[in-house]
Nanobody
Framework: QVQLVESGGGLVQAGDSLRLSCAASGRTFSVNTMGWFRQAPGKEREFVAAISRSVGGTDYADSVNGRFTISRDNAKITVYLQMNSLKPEDTAVYYC????????????????WGQGTQVTVSS
C-alpha cells in the first residue's frame, strides 16, 4: 500500500498563489505517476496535473495550463503543485493521487489517493 498526505491548502484571494504538497510513504517503489485532481461542490472530480517519475513528463488540464506547475522530488517522494494567478473557479478540494502507469488523466489509472486539502479562492 501507498499512503499519500496532502498539505498546503487554504483561503486566498483571487490572483494569489498557493503551493500544495503531497508526501508519499509505504510501498512507493511501485509508483510512477503522481497527480492532482480536484472536486468542487456538486461537480465530479477532475484532472488537474500529473508528472511521471521515469521521464519527468507532465500533463495539465487546459483550465490550469500556464498558471499551475507540477513538480516532484524523487528523493523525498513528494509532489508539489504550485498554483499562481488563482481564480474563484479554482475553489475545490484538491486530491493527490499515485499510480503505476505513465502520465494519465484517467481517475481509474490511479490506485492510491490522499484525503484531500481544501483550496478556497475569494473574489
Amino acid at each position: 500500500q501507498v499512503q499519500l498526505v496532502e498539505s498546503g491548502g487554504g483561503l486566498v484571494q483571487a490572483g494569489d498563489s498557493l503551493r500544495l504538497s503531497c508526501a508519499a510513504s509505504g510501498r512507493t517503489f511501485s509508483v510512477n505517476t503522481m497527480g492532482w485532481f480536484r472536486q468542487a461542490p456538486g461537480k465530479e472530480r477532475e484532472f488537474v496535473a500529473a508528472i511521471s517519475r521515469s521521464v519527468g513528463g507532465t500533463d495539465y488540464a487546459d483550465s490550469v495550463n500556464g498558471r499551475f506547475t507540477i513538480s516532484r522530488d524523487n528523493a523525498k517522494i513528494t509532489v508539489y503543485l504550485q498554483m499562481n494567478s488563482l481564480k474563484p473557479e479554482d475553489t475545490a478540494v484538491y486530491y493527490c493521487a499515485a499510480g503505476t502507469r505513465g502520465v494519465t488523466r484517467k481517475r481509474n489509472d490511479y490506485a492510491y489517493w490522499g484525503q484531500g486539502t481544501q483550496v478556497t479562492v475569494s473574489s
